[in-house]
């Protein structure tokens, strides 16, 4: 098991792009934003990423099953020493190359400038979530959600006109 800890630089990210592309597992700590590129950079260079963490959103889950191509670690026992370690050992090659496969599988997902590629699939789940939005949009103006968003609510309270998007 070896560990980097790398700057933010042109050659450190090449280094870092290499180190992914032959290593078996990458490391997503929580604390990562769900974007963050190491997730992404992983995913694309086939290495099987290990999320540690609770309670974390992942990009296009509406359509991917993280499951079958990462490995999920509590954060209670990722803390304890030699966890991952001895975890990530017990895993078979078979079970490795699974994950492998999932990932080549799904990389175009994560691959900007590809057709059908990362833009196209942020744009495909925003578009999902427009309707949804601008129903809660319309509801907030006539006070029906309970979950208004602060903004409104501040409007109401102060007898400001209702927050409106333009939507």
């Excluded at 450190?12 to 963050?36: E, I, N, Q, V, Y």
Aim: glycine residues 6%.
């Amino acid at each position: 098991m070896v560990i980097k800890h790398g700057i933010q630089s042109r050659e450190g990210r090449r280094l870092a792009a290499r180190g992914m592309r032959t290593s078996k597992f990458c490391l997503h700590p929580a604390g990562d934003t769900p974007s963050a590129c190491r997730l992404f950079d992983a995913i694309v260079s086939i290495c099987v990423p290990v999320v540690v963490s609770d309670d974390i959103e992942l990009p296009f889950e509406d359509e991917l099953d993280y499951t079958k191509f990462s490995i999920f670690v509590p954060t209670k026992d990722a803390i304890q020493p030699g966890y991952l370690a001895s975890m990530l050992q017990q895993i078979s090659n078979a079970r490795l190359q699974q994950y492998q496969e999932e990932l080549r599988k799904i990389r175009n997902y994560f691959e900007y400038g590809e057709p059908d590629g990362a833009v196209d699939y942020i744009w495909r789940a925003v578009a999902k979530k427009l309707p949804q939005v601008r129903t809660m949009i319309h509801q907030d103006k006539r006070g029906r959600n309970a979950n208004m968003t602060s903004v409104c609510k501040k409007g109401l309270k102060d007898g400001l006109p209702a927050f409106d998007t333009g939507i």
